[in-house]
T-cell receptor, first 110, second 115 residues
Framework: DQQVKQNSPSLSVQEGRISILNCDYT??????FLWYKKYPAEGPTFLIS?????DKNEDGRFTVFLNKSAKHLSLHIVPSQPGDSAVYFC?????????FGAGTRLTVKP | GAVVSQHPSRVICKSGTSVKIECRSL??????MFWYRQFPKQSLMLMAT?????????EQGVEKDKFLINHASLTLSTLTVTSAHPEDSSFYIC???????????FGPGTRLTVT
């Protein structure tokens, strides 16, 4: 039972443009959402998070949007840079349980 | 999509005892499994990487004698926290990668509380 889904396994974007990574969830009890970034041969690193009481959180080039009614969140990266090329995982937590999506591989082309 | 399960989802144990956590790939064969520990501020630390049938590779600073990892089959890896102490209380997450696939699928995690 995949409670957190990232339906796009890969995304390719030109440098300088916006990258939008999407994540859907099914469990309405999730109250905190996180995005992780993972480079090859490294563990995921925390990127940005958002509480369920908010609909937007911004940190530099990264913005996470939460649409609770649609059970959807997205990560916007603008402008995209080649160094952003990595796998991005979204995660959701409820009552100390954490569920991860399968990840989206972002490639930013120079 | 690929499913990874962990058992138990929560465990409370007394200080000095050992706890085993199982990680299973339910619908694919995982040649490589990873064990992570979640620290405060949501960061995930890679503890070790295990390949089926061989010894796990531990990250620097992770005590291999304390965190025993066994990857005996293509669908099962276990993490045993030996002589657990309260500071071992944490959220442990496994992930699995299949043959020929670069994708990594995470388990739901195990909340360990050592009293």
């Amino acid at each position: 039972d995949q409670q957190v889904k990232q339906n796009s396994p890969s995304l390719s974007v030109q440098e300088g443009r916006i990258s939008i990574l999407n994540c859907d969830y099914t469990n309405s009890m999730f109250d905190y959402f996180l995005w992780y970034k993972k480079y090859p041969a490294e563990g995921p690193t925390f990127l940005i998070s958002i509480s369920s009481i908010k609909d937007k959180n911004e940190d530099g080039r990264f913005t996470v949007f939460l649409n609770k009614s649609a059970k959807h969140l997205s990560l916007h990266i603008v402008p995209s840079q080649p160094g952003d090329s990595a796998v991005y995982f979204c995660a959701a937590t409820a009552n100390n349980d954490m569920r991860f999506g399968a990840g989206t591989r972002l490639t930013v082309k120079p | 999509g690929a499913v990874v399960s962990q058992h138990p989802s929560r465990v409370i144990c007394k200080s000095g005892t050992s706890v085993k956590i199982e990680c299973r790939s339910l619908d694919f064969q995982a040649t490589t499994m990873f064990w992570y520990r979640q620290f405060p501020k949501q960061s995930l630390m890679l503890m070790a990487t295990s390949n089926e049938g061989s010894k796990a590779t531990y990250e620097q600073g992770v005590e291999k004698d304390k965190f025993l990892i066994n990857h005996a089959s293509l669908t099962l890896s276990t993490l045993t926290v030996t002589s657990a102490h309260p500071e071992d209380s944490s959220f442990y997450i496994c992930s699995a990668r299949g043959t020929g696939s670069g994708e990594q699928y995470f388990g739901p995690g195990t909340r360990l509380t050592v009293t």
